[in-house]
T-cell receptor
Framework: GNSVTQMEGPVTLSEEAFLTINCTYTATGYPSLFWYVQYPGEGLQLLLKATKADDKGSNKGFEATYRKETTSFHLEKGSVQVSDSAVYFCALWNTNAGKSTFGDGTTLTVKP | EAGVTQSPTHLIKTRGQQATLRCSPISGHTSVYWYQQALGLGLQFLLWYDEGEERNRGNFPPRFSGRQFPNYSSELNVNALELEDSALYLC?????????????FGDGTRLSIL
């Protein structure tokens, strides 16, 4: 079956530090990959996505590259801000099954 | 454009009771997805409705059920509530039967079982 494994949190960084949140997956076929962000007290928001191997998704300074050879989709940002403090979820979408699989989420806290 | 709306925001029940959670998708969206976000367990896929039919369900017992109405809104029903059902329940919607992961989520209903 499908599974998503995320780097365990919580992650605490200082403002302007470099961020990496690791995500690896197992899946049948060719899933699409996503990162979602959940700010305190809110629902999930799509952050970025990649639909095929070697695609790079980017948004708000965050980037992730779909690496089929390593089955990974690591989230990166060059310089984090306090406002980036949130829970980040990696997810895959299996089109044939119409089913999503999410990682457990990684809590990021950025301190000024 | 109004986003995905869920009600109620919070719901407090006791063991053995029944809970009904509601979701209104974005206008024009025909698919509704339900997820459970339990503490320490991440986000788990529950149910997927499209055009009024259940298309897929996650690994949850039958006491988790739902339906989709002709206006594409949806209800999630949880019978015989257990303590471990305490979680945030998220609803998401999208426009097509096939295609990508739903990208529009509601703010969720926090269900607490006492």
């Amino acid at each position: 079956g499908n599974s998503v494994t995320q780097m365990e949190g919580p992650v605490t960084l200082s403002e302007e530090a470099f961020l990496t949140i690791n995500c690896t997956y197992t899946a049948t076929g060719y899933p699409s990959l996503f990162w979602y962000v959940q700010y305190p007290g809110e629902g999930l928001q799509l952050l970025l996505k990649a639909t095929k191997a070697d695609d790079k998704g980017s948004n708000k300074g965050f980037e992730a590259t779909y690496r089929k050879e390593t089955t990974s989709f690591h989230l990166e940002k060059g310089s984090v801000q306090v406002s980036d403090s949130a829970v980040y979820f990696c997810a895959l979408w299996n089109t044939n099954a119409g089913k999503s699989t999410f990682g457990d989420g990684t809590t990021l806290t950025v301190k000024p | 454009e109004a986003g995905v709306t869920q009600s109620p925001t919070h719901l407090i029940k006791t063991r053995g009771q029944q809970a009904t959670l509601r979701c209104s998708p974005i206008s024009g969206h025909t698919s509704v997805y339900w997820y459970q976000q339990a503490l320490g367990l991440g986000l788990q896929f529950l149910l997927w409705y499209d055009e009024g039919e259940e298309r897929n369900r996650g690994n949850f017992p039958p006491r988790f059920s739902g339906r989709q109405f002709p206006n594409y809104s949806s209800e999630l029903n949880v019978n015989a509530l257990e303590l471990e059902d305490s979680a945030l329940y998220l609803c998401a919607s999208k426009i097509t039967l096939r295609g990508e992961q739903p990208q529009h989520f509601g703010d969720g209903t926090r269900l607490s079982i006492l």
